[in-house]
């Protein structure tokens, strides 16, 4: 079970991080990844880190702007989001997946999401 929080109002240029806490065993086993939607639109990849934090990928929107990383150790990952954009407006979702993939199918276990709104 995954829970996303940290979600809320930001302005333009401003800062979030979202959190997302999952409970069960072998947390480092899953491919953690962050995906978005915005109003209107489809769901769309954000970024993924491997189980033990080595490896990152980011969607070129948010490239240098958003940070993934975790804390195996409370079985949580974050989502540091700098210099944000009214773009960036969407319900966030945490999700887990046992292969690394940017695709949506292939991640089995997902949050219940959290919406970050971006004023301009």
């Known amino acids: 079970q995954l829970q996303a929080s940290g979600g809320g109002l930001a302005q333009s240029g401003g800062s979030l991080r979202l959190s997302c806490a999952a409970s069960g065993r072998s947390f480092s086993s899953y491919v953690m990844g962050w995906f978005r939607q915005a109003p209107g639109k489809e769901r769309e990849f954000v970024t993924r880190i491997n189980g033990y934090g080595y490896t990152t990928d980011y969607a070129d929107p948010v490239k240098g702007r958003f940070t993934i990383s975790r804390d195996n150790g409370k079985n949580t990952v974050y989502l540091q989001m700098n210099s944000l954009k009214p773009e960036d407006t969407a319900v966030y979702y945490c999700?887990?997946?046992?292969?690394?993939?940017?695709?949506?199918?292939?991640?089995?276990?997902w949050g219940q999401g959290t919406l970050v709104t971006v004023s301009s």
């Open positions: 999700a887990a997946s046992t292969v690394w993939i940017r695709t949506m199918r292939d991640y089995a276990y």
